[in-house]
Every structure is written in C-alpha cells, then in structure tokens.
C-alpha cells in the first residue's frame, strides 16, 4: 500500500517537472520566436524632423529590416500647417495620408516640408497628433502601429546649424563659377593675363632696343633752321636708357 503511494507521488512529481520545462520550453520558443520577428519585420513611423530650424519636415521611413506593404496612415486630429490653402492644397489631402503606399522598402523614407515655427506660432494651430499606421509584413502578417506626435517638446530647444556635404557643393560650385568668369571669351569675363619672369625680361630688353634704335629725324632742327641751333638729345638718351635699366634692376633684382 504504502508502495503505491510513493510510486503515484514520484510519478505525479515528475508529470509536473515534465509538464512545468514543457511550458518553459514553449516560451522559450515563442520569446525566440517573437525576438526574431522585431528583428526582421518592417517598422514603419511618421516622425518629425527638425533638423533645419525653424522650418519642420515631416518624415515617412521604414526603419525595420525588411518590405513594408499596404501602408496607411491615419492622423487624429487631421494635419494642419500655414501653408495650407485651397490653390495650394492641404498637407492632410496628400496621397501619402489619404491612400495606401504600396510599397516601403527598409531605410526609405519619403519626406516633405510641414511648416515653420515661428508662422505657426502665429496660426496657434495643434502640436499633438495621433498617429495609427498600419501595414502588412512580406508573409501577409498585419501590423498596427499608433504613436503620438508632439511639437511641443521641440520649443525653446537651442540647435547648432550642421554643414553637411551639400553646403560643400555649394560652395565649390560657387569657386568654380568665379574661376570660369576669369577665362577670355564670349561669355567669359577680360581674362587673366599671366606673366612670368622670361617675360619681363624680354618686355625689357625690347624696350631698351626700341629706345636706342628711335629714329633722330624728329629731333634734328627744322628747315631754316642751322643744325647748330638743334638740341643734341644724344647725352638725354644715354642717361634715361641707363635710368631705364636701373629702374628694371631694381623692380626684379639679379634678372637682366
């Protein structure tokens, strides 16, 4: 009798063991298998972007790890900004919001200007918003998302205005346009002259040669008049062709 007690009892104790690593087991299973769908599923979000004070972007991206299909967005109340009008249209109105995306692939993001700071402050229009997302997996599974958006944390915010590759671009664009402006042509500006120090050598030697070789007709007395009366230039032009000279020595040392 006794026996049997202990041999129920042992085999009870161990259905419960068996039973109690079953269960753990099986949850084990599903925490793998859930860690592993976060993973790999597709996560898509509506995000504020404020990267650019004070204008805010509105920022559409799959941050997940795999295709995003069937997205809807829904926000409560309806977007609104200071650029809404009836010519214009009305951010809410936009496909993106008011039809599905069919496809978002990981990292894409679409993104659009929402509004400026200081014209909404002015509008005194919402800074909270209700967002529900949802969407569909590559195996079909549905995902429902709601998240809160909310201007109002980004007030009185101090930001450091960051260079990025584009003001780089700029920048070079803007030294390329002023170095093509200096070339000689149609459309171009009067050009550069370059001179180097051979050609300040040859300008100089030229006009030494010029100076020395100038005819002396201009200089000789006029008819009627004696030769004796005519000014002898001779001794003159010795003296500026060496003051020329000298001036060059001077301007370019040690180049002749």
Same mark, same amino acid.
Do not use: C
């Given at each position: 009798?006794?026996?049997?007690?202990?041999?129920?009892?042992?085999?009870?104790?161990?259905?419960?063991?068996?039973?109690?690593?079953?269960?753990?087991?099986?949850?084990?299973?599903?925490?793998?298998?859930?860690?592993?769908?976060?993973?790999?599923?597709?996560?898509?979000? /509506? %995000?504020? $972007?404020?990267?650019?004070?004070?204008?805010?972007?509105? *920022?559409? &991206?799959?941050?997940?790890? =795999?295709? #995003?299909?069937?997205?809807?967005?829904?926000?409560?109340?309806?977007?609104?900004?200071? /650029? %809404?009008? $009836?010519?214009?249209?009305?951010?809410?109105?936009?496909? *993106?919001? &008011?039809?599905?995306?069919? =496809?978002? #692939?990981?990292?894409?993001?679409?993104?659009?200007?929402?509004?400026?700071?200081?014209?909404?402050?002015?509008?005194?229009?919402?800074?909270?918003?209700?967002?529900?997302?949802?969407?569909?997996?590559?195996?079909?599974? #549905?995902?429902?998302?709601?998240?809160?958006?909310?201007?109002?944390?980004?007030?009185?915010?101090?930001?450091?205005?960051?260079?990025?590759?584009?003001?780089?671009?700029?920048?070079?664009?803007?030294?390329?346009?002023?170095?093509?402006?200096?070339?000689?042509?149609?459309?171009?500006?009067?050009?550069?002259?370059?001179?180097?120090?051979?050609?300040?050598?040859?300008?100089?030697?030229?006009?030494?040669?010029?100076?020395?070789?100038?005819?002396?007709?201009?200089?000789?007395?006029?008819?009627?008049?004696?030769?004796?009366?005519?000014?002898?230039?001779?001794?003159?032009?010795?003296?500026?062709?060496?003051?020329?000279?000298?001036?060059?020595?001077?301007?370019?040392?040690?180049?002749?």
């Amino acid at each position: 009798m006794d026996t049997n007690i202990w041999t129920t009892a042992a085999l009870s104790i161990q259905t419960f063991v068996f039973g109690a690593a079953a269960v753990f087991a099986y949850r084990q299973v599903r925490e793998a298998l859930l860690t592993r769908e976060n993973q790999t599923r597709p996560f898509v979000i /509506l %995000d504020f $972007d404020l990267s650019h004070p004070p204008f805010i972007h509105l *920022v559409i &991206t799959n941050i997940g790890k =795999t295709m #995003a299909r069937r997205v809807r967005i829904q926000t409560d109340p309806p977007l609104a900004n200071t /650029l %809404d009008d $009836d010519k214009a249209g009305h951010i809410a109105k936009l496909r *993106v919001f &008011t039809d599905e995306i069919p =496809t978002l #692939a990981p990292a894409r993001e679409i993104r659009m200007l929402f509004d400026s700071f200081p014209q909404r402050e002015e509008r005194k229009l919402a800074d909270t918003y209700t967002v529900t997302i949802t969407y569909e997996g590559e195996r079909g599974h #549905a995902y429902v998302d709601e998240m809160i958006l909310d201007l109002s944390i980004y007030r009185n915010i101090e930001y450091i205005t960051e260079h990025t590759i584009h003001d780089v671009h700029k920048q070079l664009k803007r030294i390329a346009d002023a170095v093509d402006s200096w070339g000689a042509g149609l459309g171009h500006g009067s050009g550069i002259l370059v001179v180097t120090r051979d050609d300040k050598r040859k300008d100089r030697a030229l006009a030494r040669r010029h100076f020395r070789a100038r005819p002396e007709a201009g200089l000789r007395a006029p008819r009627g008049e004696r030769a004796s009366d005519a000014v002898d230039v001779a001794p003159g032009r010795e003296r500026a062709s060496r003051a020329l000279a000298s001036a060059s020595e001077r301007v370019d040392p040690g180049r002749s």
